[in-house]
């Protein structure tokens, strides 16, 4: 049975293809193509999907008091059991790529303790994807760490990129064979973007959490991956930096035809008018890390809005414009935007490892889908050396500070039964997908 919201997103969906194809006329005879071998696929991480990763640095977070997490993560949507439904799906979307995190805290839930069963569990996923003719895309860190490293101190401790090195070769001489790319570290530069969005209450409300999380510990210091002490930030950048290099030689050392790079968080910076602030923050949010990425095969792009420059700071989104449940501008040319940037800065190929936007409603999903990759297209017609395209995400899943609200997913997720519903949006990506054209 067809519900109401189902219904309307449908005919929604199929609104737009129609809108889509009076607009480009030709476009039947004449496709705007993507690369030949262009990836499409979609994304998830560990922690947001598996579920009861409880020897991770955020489970203690999400269960101390106080917290700032609006629910624990729990059984998430069960992927660590579900996987092969997860991937049926992506192959029935017509999409021939996904990209998925390891966990860290189940590999080496103790310092040096390297679990065999869990390796070849993501052995398994990995296998799995190849059988059904998508390419594994692998993040090595997406956010979390295990607890362990956490109570030693984190990204602040001088040696985390030595200890970081060692997991990522541990896991590679098990797993790297078979994976078609890697990236080393999720949004590493995310410290630097937060300690501008967020207001002092939060960091008060953070401090207090993570000195919950030390009292819990019985340490003086608690240390996170994704949400460390703002004032931290120089030194967490420095090793997340030293981090990702030492991970990447490690994995080259074990299969050195593997592509490698690191997923950034890039906004479309915008400036408007005189003396805008916003060549600072592009050097603040981005600049070392484009330095390193310098060094890899490839970079990961990860856009979701854009954002105007004034000369005092960011300045409001545009009277009337549509806006995501995460409260950002809803901006097609976005992704374009800042895929144009990153190539320019380091002049090494793009892979678009997330782009989405959080919405009840999904045929607006579906057109931003649509609007966004027109724009996409026109990057890779000038020549941009373009991998591939990864939507965020898969499924609905746990975001987060914001628990279950958000819906990024192509599919949304039943929390009691765990059953997979595509979405209309899905069909009009899968759609894009078999044609590798808009």
């Known amino acids: 049975m067809i519900d109401r919201r189902t219904l309307l997103a449908a005919v929604g969906a199929s609104a737009l293809s129609a809108r889509l194809a009076r607009a480009t006329g030709k476009e039947a005879a004449t496709p705007r193509r993507f690369p030949r071998g262009f990836l499409w696929g979609a994304a998830t991480a560990g922690h947001q999907v598996e579920g009861n990763n409880v020897a991770s640095d955020l489970w203690l977070l999400e269960h101390v008091k106080p917290t700032l997490f609006a629910e624990p993560s729990g059984d998430a949507c069960n992927s660590f059991e579900l996987w092969p439904i997860d991937l049926d799906l992506v192959r029935t979307l017509g999409l021939n790529a996904y990209r998925f995190s390891l966990e860290w805290a189940r590999i080496e839930p103790e310092p040096g303790l390297f679990s065999i069963a869990m390796l070849d569990h993501y052995k398994a996923v990995i296998d799995g994807c190849r059988a059904r003719a998508i390419t594994p895309i692998v993040t090595f860190s997406h956010g979390t760490t295990p607890r362990w490293f956490a109570a030693r101190g984190s990204w602040q401790e001088r040696d985390s990129p030595e200890l970081f090195a060692r997991f990522c070769d541990r896991a590679a001489r098990h797993l790297a064979g078979a994976i078609g790319y890697a990236t080393t570290l999720n949004e590493p530069n995310g410290i630097n973007i937060m300690a501008d969005v967020f207001p002092p209450q939060f960091v008060e409300r953070l401090r207090a959490m993570t000195a919950a999380a030390s009292r819990a510990c019985g340490l003086a210091k608690f240390g996170t991956a994704m949400i460390t002490d703002f004032k931290d930030a120089p030194i967490v950048q420095a090793n997340l930096i030293a981090a990702h290099k030492a991970g990447r030689s490690a994995i080259k050392a074990v299969r050195g035809d593997l592509p490698i790079g690191f ?110 990759l027109v724009e996409l297209q026109k990057v890779a017609a000038e020549g941009l050396p373009l991998e591939g395209y990864l939507h965020w995400s898969l499924i609905d899943n746990f975001e987060w500070f914001s628990g279950y609200g958000p819906k990024f997913g192509l599919c949304s997720v039943d929390r009691t039964s765990f059953k997979r519903t595509r979405k209309p949006s899905a069909g009009v990506l899968g759609a894009i997908a078999r044609r590798n054209a808009v």
Not at 310 to 323: R, V
Request: hydrophobic share 40%.
């Open 263 to 372: 997923n950034l968080a890039l906004q479309d910076d915008e400036a408007v008018g005189p003396n805008s602030v916003r060549d600072a923050k592009r050097a603040a949010y981005y600049g070392a890390w484009l330095e390193a990425a310098k060094s890899d095969d490839f970079l990961g792009v990860q856009n979701y809005t854009r954002v105007r420059w004034g000369d005092h700071g960011a300045l409001p989104p545009p009277a009337g414009a549509k806006l995501s449940m995460m409260g950002q501008e809803i901006y097609p040319p976005s992704l374009a935007n800042a895929v144009r940037f990153a190539h320019s800065a380091t002049a090494v190929p793009i892979m678009v490892s997330e782009h989405g936007v959080a919405t009840n409603d999904d045929a607006a999903r579906a057109e931003f889908i649509s609007d966004s």
